[in-house]
Structure formats: structure tokens, C-alpha cells
């Protein structure tokens, strides 16, 4: 006559394992971006992929997002702290294929090593890596929602070769 522990042993290892395999293959998929916001998009395609123009107030489920988004620096449109000392911000405006702007915020504790990298560009073409940030824009007498790129360091800047 068999033990009943005999049979239990390899039928709770073979369970055991059939569970770990299953929690291993649901979790590979966690903490990856939608497909498409790892390549660089444009300021037009980043406004459709957060549904823009909303309402302010509107839910922005792409608030905090990273992504990669390119255009052309607008070098009229660069605020530092070196050239514009009493303004509370830093910032510098990307212009898209058709005319959509895209502000970029450098939000680090030192940001010269970014203005200095946007001063000695070879091109005006930039790609921009960083996180996603919502912000209230009053229109004629209305709110609408924006959307700016967040940066902290000079390394999330980019100028392709082409």
C-alpha cells in the first residue's frame, strides 16, 4: 500500500510550479509603456495621443507619462536663468511640423548644463525624452488643457544627425 504523502509531494511541487510559471508570465508585461512613446513622436502626435484640446479639469490619464517627442528648438523662445534672472521659471519652446508648440520644462537644481547643450547645437531638430505634466491654459473666457514635456538633466536632450 502507497503513502498518500508519496502522491501529494510531487503533485504540490508540480502545482507549486505551474503557479510560479503563471505569476512569472502574467507579471513580464507589467511597467510597460503603450507601444509607440518609446520612439520619438511629433508635437502634433503627442497633442492626439493626450486627446487634446480638453477642459481643464478633465481627467489626463497620461499625466506623468515619459515619452520621447521631437521637433525644431525655437531659439527665440529659451528662458534661463543666465539670460532672464527675474523670471520664476526655466523653459524653452519646441516648434512641430505644422506649427504645434511644445513647452519643455528643465525642472532640475541646475539647469546651465541643459541651456548650455541647447546653446552649442549643431541643428535646430531636437529630441526631447521626459514626463508628461498637464497644465490650465485660460482662452477667451475659457479653460483648456495643456501639456508640457518635464526634464531634469541635459542627457534627456537629443539632436539627430539627419
Not at 75 to 99: A, I, M, T
Not at 113 to 133: E, M, N, S, W, Y
Amino acid at each position: 500500500m502507497s503513502r498518500p504523502e508519496a502522491y501529494l509531494n510531487p503533485l504540490f511541487r508540480t502545482s507549486a510550479l505551474i503557479i510560479v510559471m503563471v505569476l512569472t508570465l502574467s507579471t513580464l508585461g507589467m511597467g510597460t509603456r503603450p507601444a509607440g512613446l518609446d520612439k520619438p513622436l511629433s508635437i502634433n502626435a503627442l497633442h492626439a495621443h493626450c486627446g487634446l484640446p480638453l477642459k481643464c479639469g478633465a481627467p489626463a490619464a497620461w499625466q506623468g507619462e515619459t515619452v520621447t517627442v521631437q521637433g525644431r528648438l525655437d531659439p527665440d523662445n529659451r528662458y534661463d536663468r543666465k539670460r532672464h534672472p527675474r523670471l520664476p521659471y526655466e523653459k524653452f519652446l519646441l516648434v512641430g511640423e505644422q506649427g504645434a508648440l511644445l513647452e519643455v520644462w528643465p525642472t532640475g537644481p541646475d539647469n546651465d548644463p541643459i541651456f548650455d547643450k541647447l546653446a552649442h547645437r549643431t541643428t535646430d531638430r531636437v529630441i526631447v525624452r521626459g514626463q508628461l505634466a498637464a497644465f490650465s491654459m485660460p482662452v477667451s473666457g475659457d479653460c483648456r488643457m495643456g501639456v508640457k514635456v518635464m526634464i531634469l538633466h541635459a542627457d534627456q536632450i537629443q539632436f539627430p544627425s539627419r
